[in-house]
């Protein structure tokens, strides 16, 4: 065919074929940078022909990459989306979700922590209670908090934690759980991690629980809490289960035992009933 013939066939090729629908260049600006971050494209030692052939021409163009026949390349294709990274915490951020400050007092974050303190109250031991008391000025003993817990330039995380009373013999002991979402944070000792919470004093032992490994560490009675068992889930989710025969409520003594034995603290740290990922 000659070269006079060829460029014919393709302007009537082209008059035959109904003008392309107008394109919104936003939408097509976006579909770019969608497509640019999907694939990678390494051109390697192709010699590449470009045939123009002006504006209003939209066909499929198929490539031969390899002796093999790539997928047509069709402007403003349907594709998968990218995945989207975590979002950082910034400086002059508002609160999430409409909040005031960090703490979501209602909503499902809020029904979350109060899933998570009755769970707590259910892994009791027979012989121990969890009255309904209150503090002298009135505030509650058994409270549950959802909180959003990052700081500026840290991946979004919450923090989810709930603590109870716990009775026997007319004396009162406290628990405490707190269960952290993922916060991209790398793992760590689980003796290091334990001693991130509350202060970290005290002794600490990595245990067995299952298989799994437990940091749980022993304060002997000088911090507010005695014992607690900290432990790190597969996906980066943090549980940290804390008991003290102490309270701060000036009318109850303190329990003469602990409610859980430490390796009992270091298995109920693992239950998938303390872990909230979300």
């Not at 394109?23 to 097509?28: E, L, S």
């Not at 840290?154 to 026997?168: L, N, Q, S």
């Not at 919470?197 to 799994?212: D, I």
Request: glycine share 10%.
């Amino acid at each position: 065919m000659k070269e006079e013939d060829l460029s014919q066939a393709l302007r009537n090729a082209i008059a035959r074929s109904s003008p392309p629908p107008s394109m919104d260049p936003a939408r097509a600006l976006e579909q770019g940078r969608r497509a640019r971050k999907r694939r990678t494209v390494a051109w390697a030692g192709i010699a590449v022909v470009p045939l123009v052939l002006g504006i209003g021409a939209g066909p499929a163009v198929v490539a031969q990459v390899g002796g093999q026949s790539a997928e047509p390349m069709v402007a403003g294709g349907g594709s998968t989306s990218p995945t989207v990274p975590p979002t950082t915490r910034k400086t002059g951020d508002p609160w999430p979700e409409g909040q005031v400050d960090r703490t979501a007092s209602v909503g499902p974050r809020a029904d979350r922590a109060v899933t998570l303190m009755n769970n707590l109250s259910s892994v009791v031991p027979p012989g121990f209670g969890t009255p309904d008391l209150k503090y002298p000025d009135g505030r509650l003993m058994r409270w549950p908090q959802a909180q959003y817990a990052s700081n500026d330039g840290e991946r979004d995380y919450w923090e989810y934690m709930a603590t109870i009373p716990v009775e026997k013999a007319n004396r009162l002991g406290q628990l405490l759980v707190q269960s952290t979402t993922p916060d991209g944070k790398p793992a760590t000792d689980p003796c290091k991690l334990a001693q991130q919470f509350w202060g970290g004093t005290g002794t600490c032992a990595v245990l067995n629980a299952g298989g799994k490994k437990v940091g749980v560490v022993t304060t002997n009675g000088r911090d507010r809490y005695d014992q607690w068992a900290t432990y790190r889930h597969d996906d980066g989710t943090v549980v940290v289960l804390a008991q003290s025969k102490k309270t701060d409520h000036p009318d109850h003594s303190p329990l003469k035992q602990p409610v859980f034995t430490n390796q009992q603290l270091a298995e109920l740290a693992t239950s998938p009933k303390f872990k909230i990922s979300s």
